[in-house]
């Protein structure tokens, strides 16, 4: 039998919760869950896609309601990793350019989390929907709460020890089923980094990422051990369906964990789930409530996956890069 160490295994949580109009109430929400996920053992809590505010079915209250980077939310968040002891990950809206924030805020090297990135650069903005479309889709016939000139950036924090060890701006904004999420917010231009938690690299990538194979085939070919999905899933016919095809097939294509999270409420599923690395589901929530949901990671059988199953070292197709 191989021996085993603690960095052999690696206790996660996933909480799933209906995000509050205000975020003072969805810092202590989070601040509960934090201290219940570690008082189980778990080194690192996944949190659903935009965490400071949210309003129903209104999908621009979530960007209208964004906040600079050293603001009082992602202040918030800081603490609550510092006080609980545990690596936060999840996405919030931020407000202006975050090229511009002090270097100190988003360092490459917290505690002992090592972050592993590429840059890529994307060539050009999203593009433009037609002005009927634009005009059909707009709320009661009004203008975005943020208009196209000052769009935010939703962007996906890795918070451990007070610090934010990385940070990734989505990449594929949900301009889909009718809904234009570049009306309000600006595209990344890299791909998603991976970071360290206790000898596990584990990637990270926002909701509408995930029916993009590359990005996780990105995160796997530079070594991810598991990839975290951040998520507010929209309810509508086969989407439910379509989360959980997809999350088990970047899952099992990479031979990763895959860790996913959705808001749930009456506008997003819920339905998060802790997929092993055959795509086979270990834990899993509900559709219609909070919940939390914890699994172990365990080398051995990542190892296993992998050498029944070489899909990385078969594959015939050049790394994923930017366009």
Not at 16 to 28: D, G, H, I, W, Y
Not at 69 to 86: E, K, T, Y
Not at 220 to 246: C, F, N, Q, T
Request: hydrophobic share 40%; net charge negative; aromatic share 4%.
């Amino acid at each position: 039998m191989m021996a085993t160490s603690a960095t052999d295994r690696l206790k996660v949580t996933v909480a799933q919760f209906t995000v509050a109009c205000e975020p003072e109430r969805n810092l202590e929400i989070i601040d509960d869950l934090a201290a219940k996920a570690a008082a189980q053992g778990a080194r690192l809590l996944v949190l659903p896609e935009g965490l400071i505010a949210r309003d129903g079915d209104d999908d621009a209250f979530a960007a209208a309601h964004a906040q600079p980077l050293d603001g009082p939310f992602v202040q918030g968040l800081r603490r609550i990793s510092a006080n609980r002891g545990i690596t936060l990950m999840g996405t919030v809206h931020i407000a202006g350019d975050p090229d511009d924030a002090d270097p100190d805020e988003v360092g490459n090297v917290s505690g002992n989390t090592v972050v592993v990135s590429e840059n890529h650069m994307a060539n050009g903005p999203a593009p433009e929907k037609p002005e009927k479309e634009r005009a059909e889709t707009g709320s009661a016939g009004q203008e975005p709460a943020v208009g196209r000139g000052s769009r935010v950036s939703n962007m996906f924090l890795v918070i451990r020890d007070g610090g934010i060890a990385a940070s990734y701006r989505k990449l594929h904004l949900y301009d889909a089923f009718s809904a234009w999420e570049s009306d309000v917010v600006r595209p990344g231009n890299e791909l998603p980094p991976i970071v360290d938690i206790d000898g596990w690299k584990i990637g990270v990538m926002t909701c509408y990422d995930v029916r993009f194979p590359e990005t996780a085939r990105s995160l796997a070919v530079r070594g991810a051990d598991a990839i975290v999905v951040s998520a507010a899933w929209v309810r509508g016919p086969a989407k439910e369906y379509h989360w959980a095809l997809m999350t088990a097939a970047r899952a099992v294509e990479n031979t990763c964990y895959v860790l996913a999270c959705s808001e749930v409420s009456k506008r997003n599923i819920g339905c998060s789930r802790i997929i092993g690395p055959l795509g086979e589901v270990i834990a899993r929530a509900g559709n219609s409530s909070a919940e939390m949901i914890t699994a172990t990671l365990d080398r051995t059988v990542l190892v296993e996956a992998r050498r029944s199953l070489p899909v990385l070292e078969n594959r015939r197709f050049a790394d994923p890069q930017l366009r």
